[in-house]
């Protein structure tokens, strides 16, 4: 390994560190932890003054910026060589702004930041702060798409933000199969444990006159978030606001096709439950072969399941036409499906 790959690898270190900083990893970080990572921060340092003159210091940038693509955790953080020279003060400042740091080591850093002489200007306290809250947005996020009470114009704000901050990093790489995966397990990681899929389908709407980035590299993100949709198991997209995806089903005929896979794979789902002594001889409840899955079926009744597809006729024509159909061909797979309760509750349908 030569010296020019062992001090890049040496910084990419520091980076990961100043990543899991950012997230509820700290919760098990202790006094060693916290060191190590002190003391890699310190090396920063160092290297700041050693390369912030030289020539090949645009290099360095370079191939730093496309570091952000190989983090794990996967995170919006973009260092450059100036940040190596506030190394610790922006690693202190994203370990004070997680939430998940614990209380011990919180006091650690405010009493070495206390003994500490070093004067920072006010421009450069504002930078690492900036810097700090790239690193903590991501497990905010998390945390604010845990609840149900995001306000419209909040999730629009973070929705244009997120998008912004990805499109800012296509080109980071040459290898657009490395910026796809990071894409990926970034929208994985925000919304791991979010109630809904409400943001992602924002970010779907976001048009050319909301950001700064041309049609092709919009379009670019947009079409890696519609596939992750696709392979995502995550049930949470029927869950979501069933106006957010009218709307992204009216941007994207991609993610119209999806939104159909998705109801007609619910619609599979539902079986018959005979009901004896009632007048209504069966209804329609919603099965799932994955323990985890199961509690989903208190809302995948079959007046949701029909209000999902009304959602979807009413979007355009050419969705009337597919949703029709697609109802009318499962229909005819057997004398007795749900499609045909699903036709008869859904008068305006015609069936052909």
Known sequence: MTAAELLMKNIYTFANILSQAGCDIVA???HTSLQNALNWADYCIKVYHQVADK???GEIEKHMAAMTLHLHPPSCLRLGVEDLGKARSILERTLLNNSHLPE?????ILEK???SSMNNSIQQEQ???HLAREVTDVTKLMQTLQTNEVSHSKLISEATMLLSTLLSLISCSSNSQRFENFVSNLLTRITKKAVTLDLILKMLCVSPHDITYTDKQLHFLQSIIIQWLANSRNSALLDSKKDFIHEACRFHTDFCQLYLRNILQWAKDMEPLYNEGDSNLYSWRYRSSESKFRDIG???TLDKLCEHIDNLFSINKQC???????????KETSHFNV?????KKLSHIPES
């Open 298 to 300: 208190r809302s995948r």
């Open 28 to 30: 098990k970080w202790n």
């Open 320 to 330: 009337q036409i597919l949703v029709r159909q697609s109802l009318q061909t499962q």
């Open 104 to 108: 011990k080591l919180i006091r650690i």
């Open 339 to 343: 499609y045909r309760d699903i036709l």
């Open 113 to 115: 930041q206390q003994k």
């Open 127 to 129: 930078e690492c702060e």
């Open 55 to 57: 020539p090949y210091r």
